[in-house]
């Protein structure tokens, strides 16, 4: 079965600081995809990061990097310089390769406060 | 350019009636997936059609069916409607199938049965 856990339900964050989101998933595939979600009140889903299982080396996009340790089947989302519009869900999620769908986590609520 | 458009933004249901989504995808994207969301959980995949032709199902009563259309808008329909089917239905556009494209997210349709 393929699953994916994000055990905080709901973080808080100032401003400015460095925050750091858990996933850790679960499939027997050796050949996937790892992605960041984000999901604002509009409730669009926003494509925050994406990270290729076979590449060792850790995706980063701005102020958004990844910490992915493949043995241990875990991928976690660090923002740094939290910004107020950083504010909305987080979902963390994987699709295997030449496959059609996405794995989703339940989310971590992530709150920016001033 | 226009993005996903999901119509109708809301609807309220009663038990026991259909209902019809629809989804217009990104201007030459040719895949379109569908997800349901339940308030508090990430989103989980319904069906992903490609070239008019369903490409995955996921684990979904048979009340759910969905197609595509020539000009590669989608339709959801579900049928005989259950409390349960209150959630967030949330379409998926892509220029095809599989891990190597990337996915563009609507804002989706908040169905409430009631």
């Known amino acids: 079965a393929q699953t994916v856990t994000q055990s905080q339900p709901e973080m808080s964050v100032q401003e400015a600081e460095t925050v750091t989101l858990s996933c850790t998933y679960d499939?027997?595939?050796?050949?996937?995809?790892l992605f960041w979600y984000k999901q604002p009140p509009s409730r669009q889903m926003i494509l925050v990061i994406r990270q290729e299982a076979y590449k060792q080396q850790n995706a980063t996009e701005n102020r958004f990097s990844v910490n992915f340790q493949k043995a241990a089947k875990s991928f976690s989302l660090k923002i740094s310089d939290s910004q107020l519009g950083d504010t909305a869900m987080y979902f963390c999620a994987f699709m295997i390769t030449n496959f059609n769908k996405f794995y989703f986590g339940s989310g971590t609520k992530l709150n920016v406060k001033p | 350019d226009a993005g996903v458009t999901q119509s109708p933004t809301h609807l309220i249901k009663t038990r026991g009636q259909q209902v019809t989504l629809r989804c217009s995808p990104i201007s030459g994207h040719k895949s379109v997936s569908w997800y349901q969301q339940v308030l508090g959980q990430g989103p989980q995949f319904i069906f992903q059609y490609y070239e008019k032709e369903e490409r995955g199902r996921g684990n979904f009563p048979d009340r759910f069916s969905a197609r595509q259309f020539p000009n590669y808008s989608s339709e959801l329909n579900v049928n005989a409607l259950l409390l349960g089917d209150s959630a967030l239905y949330l379409c998926a556009s892509s220029l095809g199938s599989g891990t190597d494209y990337g996915y563009t997210f609507g804002s989706g349709t908040r169905l409430t049965v009631v």
């Open positions: 499939t027997s595939e050796s050949n996937y995809y």
